[in-house]
């Protein structure tokens, strides 16, 4: 393992162009991650945690109503948020790179825009760099018990081995842990991959080929915003347990 003082990403990429058709009639006139749950935009939200990460830039790719989201983020001080429009959808792998020059050459994060989790004992992103071995890894995804995740009812994503490693889930079968949408990735994952739109889960695929993705669990909540009955679930349990409390 590399020890945290060693590498520490300073730039990260938020997946923001959408059109989250699943959460309609909500996101007519709203771009998904400018959802408000418990009074803070999605996106916010996870840009906040990559700045407490140290992360010095972000990257939000944008599309469906991209303007909304560029003019929202215009009021954030800090970090540098630089902008990657995409003229047509590119999909999460198409996403990532073509903003690739914008990230650098040493590992990044990656974060879904439209999700949202709260930290465990342990930020989430110090738990990533902790276990993050340069010689074996091109990506580190963080997972989330599949039955344990609010707002979740689907079968999973992976399994893992006890080092990290992971595998898909059974064709026609269901696994333990489902992807959160957050995940730390080197560069060289995109070598060779192919133009224009296509999704981060061919690279993942070629990474599970050669054993070089793995995955850690998040040891706290992790919400699934996919339907306004998700949002809901997420509201419910936010301003319950926070009751009066400014959180993040």
Sequence with gaps: ?????????????????????????????????????????????????????????????????????????????????????????????????SALPLLGTAPFYVVNGDICWLNGPSETFSRLLAVWNEEEMDGMLLLHSTVDAYGYRGKGDFCAEPDGRLTRRPENGVSPWVFTGVQMLHPRLFADAPEGAFSLNLLYDRALEAERLYGIIHDGEWFHIGTPAGLGEAETYLNTRYAGVKHR
């Design 1 to 97: 393992m590399i020890a945290a003082g060693e590498i520490r990403p300073t730039r990260a990429m938020v997946l923001a162009a959408g059109f989250g058709t699943r959460m309609q009639p909500i996101t007519d006139n709203l771009p998904k991650p400018l959802i408000e749950v418990a009074g803070r935009t999605l996106i916010d939200r996870a840009i906040d945690r990559l700045a407490d990460a140290g992360v010095e830039r972000v990257v939000v790719n944008l599309h469906h109503l991209g303007d909304k989201i560029e003019n929202h983020l215009k009021a954030r001080a800090t970090p540098e948020i630089v902008f990657s429009p995409e003229p047509k959808l590119l999909e999460t792998g198409g996403g990532v790179s």
